[in-house]
């Protein structure tokens, strides 16, 4: 088998880009957002579909996201238009959660270049705070799939910050999903001694936490 290489974006030309304008109604109170089609067909599989063939989407230009919040669409809609994550590097829990619900919006909608790109941000917040956040393993764990590169980074990070005798106390609380648990201490049993943190999967080998060519795949 060939070896998986990161996601390398054909990138279309700004007329096929910038084309006709579709509308998204984000949230219960139908929060109206005017994008693009070419460019949101372009990064979203979900859009893709949706606003092509005889779907009813397709025919009004109309795409009606009720069960996401607008916080989150908007956060995608900017990333969308600059390709930046405009969250701001952060110590607080809330700057890592909006990170986490936007990367599972990038789950759910199809778009592994957002979805990368807050792998990388992560990696490099961890790097630059040394913070895990660990709060985010029912959020993580809840709306991701098993094989999820989210899972497996918030796990190693966890797992390269700590020993054994740590991750036994976890199983005394109810703050910890079970799968996260059983996760952890896999990761643990398979970490390497001594541990140093220089040689953590995330510090070496960052694309082992993308989405590579085959949908759903990591490396």
Sequence with gaps: MAQQTCLKATEPTLETLFDSIVTVYVGPKKAKFDVHQGLICHYSSY???????????????IVDLEDETEQTFKLFYLWLYSQKLV???SREYEAWLRLAELYVFGDKRGVPKLKNRIIDTMVAWNAQLDVVPLPLNFLVYDNTPEFSPLRKLLVDFVAWGMDVLDAKTFASTQEYSKEFLIDLVRAIEKRPSPRLLRNAPF?????????????GKTK
């Design 47 to 61: 859009f893709k579909a949706a606003l092509s063939g005889s779907f009813k989407e397709s025919k009004k230009g």
């Design 87 to 89: 969250v701001e590097v």
């Design 203 to 215: 510090r070496i080998d960052l694309c082992s936490y993308h989405e590579h060519e085959e949908p």
